[in-house]
């Protein structure tokens, strides 16, 4: 399984060297924790460790070395960890080496506030703010292995940005992603995380995704991150002839749905298993 999948195009002494300006955040005084919360805006790279080390302690020894020591043991634990969270989604059936290798190279913990990040390789979803949470790692790699299907995607419309993590792992499976959140202080926070990695194919739209994004479609594939009791019709209609849409569908009892777009005037649905997923809700906030 290795990170065969596209990375992102920011290299970690690019950031380093953007941040030159704001060197007092390594100052010699910083603890390790400052340190990660620096690391946590400059480490992206997963699969480069040696790389992000090398940058990491260039950057850090000018003001402290035991700081770099530090950060690069997290950068190396962070990266053997989420090589342990694909391995056990692997284990759970998702068999797609890209979206594996996806899975792989986003570092979910720079997703989650500082106090959470321990946990960001448990499988589990963890609360992003505003009732919300970030989608546990099995189901977004069994929903994007469906979606897929084993081929190439252009443009992939995401219902629920949330903390912008899914956007990260599907720019690496799509040409194009275009995702939509409805909360503004979601959507503002998924543009913070997903900034500085400068990801070029991702466009953050605030609104209602259940009114899809007419336009910019059809799109080949569709992925919701949250329940409705139905698939809203606008979103069937923005579908490409051919394209695969994967959402829950329930209140209490969801369902994973598959549907299909067969032609001009027909879907196929697919229930595949049962999931839990926050409510997809109408209108924004
Ligand atoms: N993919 C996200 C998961 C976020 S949870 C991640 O990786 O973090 C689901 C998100 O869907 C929540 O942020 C919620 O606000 C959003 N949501 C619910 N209904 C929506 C709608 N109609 N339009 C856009 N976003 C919606």
């Not at 979206?99 to 106090?115: D, I």
Request: glycine share 8%.
């Amino acid at each position: 399984m290795t990170s065969k999948g596209k990375r992102f195009p920011l290299s970690l002494s690019s950031v380093v060297q953007q941040r030159e300006g704001n060197a007092s955040r390594f100052q010699s005084s910083a603890s390790t924790q400052t340190a990660m919360r620096n690391i946590k805006h400059a480490a992206y790279w997963p699969g480069s460790a040696a790389k992000t080390t090398m940058s990491a302690t260039g950057q850090a020894s000018q003001s402290g070395g035991t700081i770099s020591a530090d950060v690069s043991r997290a950068v190396l634990v962070s990266d053997a960890v989420r090589k342990a969270m694909v391995a056990r989604v692997a284990q759970q059936g998702v068999k797609d080496e890209t979206v594996l290798a996806a899975l792989e190279a986003v570092p979910r913990h720079l997703f989650l506030e500082s106090g959470l990040a321990s946990q960001a390789y448990v499988d589990a979803s963890l609360p992003i703010g505003h009732h919300q949470t970030i989608s546990q790692p099995y189901i977004v790699g069994r929903m994007l292995e469906i979606l897929r299907h084993g081929a190439a995607l252009d443009s992939v419309l995401e219902i629920g940005t949330g903390c912008g993590y899914q956007a990260a792992v599907l720019s690496l499976i799509a040409k194009e992603v275009y995702s939509i959140e409805r909360i503004k202080a979601l959507h503002e926070l998924a543009k913070q995380n997903l900034r500085p990695m400068r990801i070029a194919n991702i466009r953050l739209h605030y609104g209602d995704g259940m009114l899809g994004l007419p336009q910019v479609a059809p799109f080949d594939g569709i992925i919701l991150a949250a329940a409705g009791l139905e698939i809203p019709q606008a979103l069937l209609t923005q579908l490409k002839v051919g394209g695969r849409l994967i959402a829950p569908v329930g209140d209490r009892r969801q369902v994973l749905e598959l549907i299909e777009r067969v032609s001009h005037s027909e879907w196929r649905r697919t229930v595949i298993e049962h999931c839990h997923f926050v409510p997809l809700r109408s209108g924004v906030v």
